[in-house]
């Protein structure tokens, strides 16, 4: 096969550099034999380029196709999915790369490294990976420049110049479009993400788990309040309700309804019967959460939460739920109600049943404990005084706490003593339940860093697990075990608390926190902290706040206003690039002499004596003189005045010049 | 029926072309002459921006989305630069070098700007003639050679000339049609007769002497095997036109003519072909020689001028419009 259309040198360099930056890109979740075959790739392209090869034929191409497939396949099982859409896609980019034969061949090389490299964006939302994207996209729209460049003369750096320029001068009516263009919800479901599981709290608990956390310093969510922050002691970000024991790990129950209706109340909905149960007191406190992504439908507020958006829902034990997982950072907002009463007048048999479940035959000498102490005090709340008490006098919080055997509350609570949160939420419902008082564990954050410019990021470490007990009259009540072993933990942060203690921030090494006591690495990082907040609120969640936004600017968010402003605005900015690239084909603006002198001949031409293309002045002059003999002696004056001023040492008085040609009188016919 | 009513928007279209782009000496590209349209490349490239759209929408992913208005807005600025690319370009037509009938005409084209901007991947091309690419880097002008086809004997004009680009980005092609007003001078196709008929006796003193063997140079003849290669025309054979020998004699008339009653019995253009393809032979002999056509005569003369003066009345015989290219 002779390839009719030769790929050029610098088209080629373009092409491939953009060809290793898209892949790389992806690199992270693709499988090690793609970036295999991509290198084997481009070599054999420069290979051919070189005429030491020849591209490969077809039926070593269906060859690798096949193999592909089956690659793709055995790698992923299920085709469906973001991961191996991308990694097929990624293949095909491979591949078409060694069947670049003709100039459309190389055009589609071209369109699949620009949908590929838009589609990372899907994968990592930081400003560092949109810039990474955004330099992709630079080098790709070089290799299409490329593609076109025949003139080799002006050096290898003319597509890449080139390229800056266009994407430079499509920012601004870029910036307008992302502004104005009205976002339209998810056409249908698409397969998720199917990511490595992050760090972050699940769904379940047992002992260790949440110390594990401690070892991480990756952002859990960030919080704006309407008004102040609350104190840190009143941060408890309420995420799940572990109702569930099987003697080692606390998990959920799934119920698919209650006896009081759905047990789903979303945004925007008539209120359901059970949220009656909630009890409102004071005025409401209003935030929004940006939330890191999770993969998990549940979200975290403050006790007693509504939702304050769309696509969020409030469930029947009162903790806020997401429509989707959240598989990209996302924001939501929140009312919530610090001071309330949930579930106060009675709780029905069935749920009773629920939140006293033990498993039989665990932990025999806690049980006896919560029995004695239940004889001897009759008053529930006593009764949890009385098991705080316990914990303060005797307890130690560490983030290193010894391994438990089979009966993990009995040695938690009679040998070892020390624990992390979860020890103390677990031992504390267990007593409570043993004790015959309905109890639940939370799962959740408590506390966060306070930012300077107003916000408050909660941060894995701050994951926090704490107990909820069922009082007669008084409905479900927070009690927080930790915070009677250690209360600078609620109080303060746990930076300080455990900031010296090994195995704090051990996932994170690199984390700009370990060098917070540095002033200005710690400046540094709050800086760093700030720009990647706005850029999460502004940008990643600005269709949150596209309506708003669009209502301040235009006063009115209807399609039409919208339209009009896309094509006006948009419409202007074109037509500045315009001026701007076209103007400087207006040639250069005449000498005034060079005026004169037209004005001149236009004036002889309107009577019939045109100058001849390549009819110098004095030959035109002596011409018309024949011609036009009773004009002879003026117009050659005129000519003999300008030549002296253009090109001999006569100063240049245009004026003069006109006003001869003003008085010359016009040739009759 | 398909075919007339292709013929008919056809029509219609070089009806209005000739309208809004008259025939001019010298065209200046810009907004009123230059057409843009998305090229296949840019109908796939919008395609691609609805498959970054829809992903952006499904994954509700406000990045991609941003993206997705990038390569939108990058579609749009690239109207511009398409359009940059050809407009205030200058477009004249140099000069064209005429050519023999089935043969073809050479056209020079001048490109002109006001300021040395780069432009590349400028494309030039008549109907039925090759594309040639162009660029201009840090220059003001640059020539363009194009070769069209030469149909028949006369006045060719070529059309309009097509300047096309799709540089930078190749998804938008931007195009013009302009009418430079060229007309190409097309010679007669040369026909070589067997024999070269020996001039015409023209005054007293001049008296053709049919025998061999003389030292003046009357004619030339086909080689027949056997001929002596010291007589055989090296210069006619080079030019592969034929081999022939050169025919010596006593010739008192050494002033050859072309002459429209050599060969009686043809039509106007085998004369004209033959005449022309005469001419080609007589020329390297180095002796003057004239043109006799009817109602025309030109004296024998050598030389440059002459020898194009003579082409250029062989192939406008009968001609119309003939005016200024003699």
């Not at chain 1, 089956?70 to 990694?87: D, F, K, R, S, W």
């Not at chain 1, 397969?191 to 002992?207: L, N, R, Y």
């Not at chain 1, 002691?233 to 569930?244: A, C, D, E, F, T």
């Amino acid at each position: 096969m002779t390839p009719s259309w030769q790929i050029r040198r610098h088209a080629l360099f373009w092409l491939l550099t953009a060809y290793a930056a898209v892949i790389a890109l992806h690199a992270e979740h693709l499988p090690r034999w793609i970036l295999v075959a991509a290198v084997i790739a481009a070599c054999w392209r420069i290979q051919c380029f070189r005429g030491a090869w020849p591209l490969p034929g077809r039926p070593l191409k269906l060859g690798l196709l096949a193999m592909c497939l089956t690659g793709l396949l055995l790698e992923y099982g299920n085709p469906i999915g973001l991961e191996p859409m991308v990694a097929l896609l990624v293949s095909a980019y491979v591949m078409k790369l060694l069947e670049m034969v003709h100039r459309r061949d190389a055009y589609l090389v071209v369109l699949l490294a620009f949908f590929v490299a838009a589609l990372a964006a899907l994968f990592d939302q930081s400003i560092s990976g949109a810039g990474y994207v955004l330099g992709c996209l630079l080098l790709v729209l070089a290799a299409l420049i490329g593609l076109h460049q025949s003139d080799t003369t002006s050096g290898r750096l003319r597509p890449l110049r080139g390229a800056a320029a266009l994407l430079f001068q499509a920012m601004p009516l870029m910036i307008l479009m992302f502004l104005l263009m009205p976002r339209v919800g998810a056409l249908w479901s698409v397969p998720i993400q199917t990511h490595k599981a992050k760090t972050g709290v699940t769904d379940t608990m047992s002992p260790g788990d949440f110390s594990q956390l401690g070892r991480s310093a990756e952002l859990a969510f960030r919080v704006t309040f309407d008004g102040a922050i609350p104190p840190q002691r009143q941060l408890y970000w309420r995420g799940l309700v572990l109702s569930k024991f099987d003697g080692r790990v606390w998990s959920r129950t799934f119920r698919t309804s209650l006896d009081d209706g759905a047990l789903l109340q979303w945004y925007g909905q008539q209120p359901k019967h059970w949220d009656q149960l909630i009890e409102r007191r004071g005025d409401p406190l209003r935030y929004s959460v940006v939330i890191e992504p999770t993969q998990q439908p549940w979200l975290y507020a403050l006790n007693t939460a509504l939702p304050g958006g769309r696509g969020v829902a409030l469930t029947r034990d009162f903790r806020l739920i997401s429509a989707q997982p959240v598989t990209s950072k996302q924001q939501y907002q929140v009312i919530s109600w610090l001071d309330y009463r949930v579930e106060s007048a009675n709780l029905s048999p069935d749920r009773r049943k629920i939140e006293l479940q033990l498993p039989d035959g665990f932990n025999p000498r806690a049980v006896a404990l919560a029995q004695r102490w239940r004889r001897l005090e009759s008053d529930d709340r006593a009764l949890v005084q009385r098991v705080l008490n316990l914990y303060n006098r005797e307890f130690i919080y560490t983030l290193q706490p010894p391994l438990l055997g089979r009966d993990s509350v009995d040695e938690f609570l009679f040998d070892t003593q020390r624990g992390f949160c979860e020890h103390f939420a677990g031992s504390f419902v267990f007593l409570m339940r043993a004790a015959g008082i309905p109890a639940r564990v939370v799962a959740g954050y408590q506390g966060g860093e306070r930012h300077p410019d107003g916000y408050l990021s909660v941060r894995q470490y701050d994951a926090h697990a704490w107990a909820e007990v069922w009082l007669p009259d008084e409905g479900w009540v927070s009690i927080d075990p930790t915070a009677h072993v250690a209360p600078e933990r609620i109080e303060g942060d746990i930076q300080t608390l455990l900031g010296d203690e090994e195995g704090f921030l051990a996932d994170s090494p690199a984390s700009l926190m370990r060098f917070r006591h540095i002033g200005w690495i710690n400046r540094l990082r709050l800086d760093m902290e700030a720009l990647n907040y706005h850029w999460a609120l502004w940008v990643l969640g600005y269709d949150q706040k596209q309506q708003s936004f669009l209502r301040g600017l235009l006063g009115d968010t209807s399609p039409l206003r919208i339209a009009l402003a896309l094509l006006g605005t948009g419409g202007g900015l074109v037509l500045l690039i315009g001026l701007w690239k076209l103007i400087p084909d207006r040639p250069k603006p005449l000498d005034p002499l060079d005026r004169q002198f037209q004005a001149l001949c236009r004036k002889l031409e309107r009577g019939g004596c045109a100058r001849l293309s390549g009819e110098g002045p004095r030959a035109f002059a002596e011409r018309i003189g024949l011609e036009q003999p009773e004009l002879a002696e003026q117009v050659m004056a005129i000519s003999r005045a300008y030549e002296g001023m253009r090109y001999g040492e006569q100063a240049s008085q245009p004026e003069l010049l006109a006003k001869a040609v003003k008085r010359l009188p016009a040739i009759r016919r | 029926m398909a075919v007339s009513v292709r013929g008919f928007f056809q029509q219609r279209f070089s009806r209005w072309l000739a309208r809004r782009l008259p025939p001019s000496s010298a065209v200046s590209l810009g907004r009123r002459n230059l057409f843009i349209f998305p090229s296949a490349t840019g109908f796939a490239f919008l395609l691609l921006i609805g498959l970054c759209w829809l992903a952006a929408t499904n994954y509700e992913n406000n990045l991609v989305f941003g993206i997705t208005c990038l390569l939108a807005s990058l579609f749009v600025v690239s109207i511009l630069h398409s359009f940059a690319n050809l407009s205030g370009l200058t477009v004249s037509c140099l000069k064209v070098t005429p050519g023999f009938a089935d043969k073809t005409l050479t056209v020079e084209l001048l490109l002109r700007q006001p300021r040395s901007r780069f432009r590349d991947g400028l494309g030039c091309s008549f109907a039925g003639s090759e594309k040639v690419m162009a660029a201009m880097s840090g220059v003001t002008e640059c020539r363009v050679k194009l070769t069209v086809p030469a149909p028949q004997r006369g006045l060719h004009d070529p059309g309009r000339l097509r300047i096309e680009s799709i540089y930078p980005v190749g998804l938008l092609r931007a195009w013009t049609y302009v009418d430079l007003a060229i007309r190409g001078l097309v010679y007669p196709r040369p026909l070589f007769p067997d024999s070269y008929p020996p001039g015409r006796r023209t005054t007293g003193e001049g008296l053709l002497q049919g025998g061999e063997g003389g030292d003046d140079f009357v004619g030339l003849n086909r080689y027949r095997p056997g001929d002596s290669l010291k007589h055989v025309a090296w210069k006619h054979y080079a030019r592969e036109q034929g081999l022939y020998t050169k025919h010596y004699g006593d010739v008192l008339d050494r002033q050859l003519w072309l002459d429209w009653d050599q060969f009686p019995g043809l039509d106007r253009e085998a004369r004209l072909s033959r005449l022309c393809g005469l001419l080609l032979q007589i020329v390297p002999l180095g002796q003057p020689y004239g043109l006799r056509l009817l109602g025309l005569v030109l004296e024998p003369a050598m030389g440059d001028a002459h020898r194009q003066r003579v082409l250029a009345e062989l192939a406008l015989f009968e001609i119309p419009n003939r005016e200024g290219f003699l």
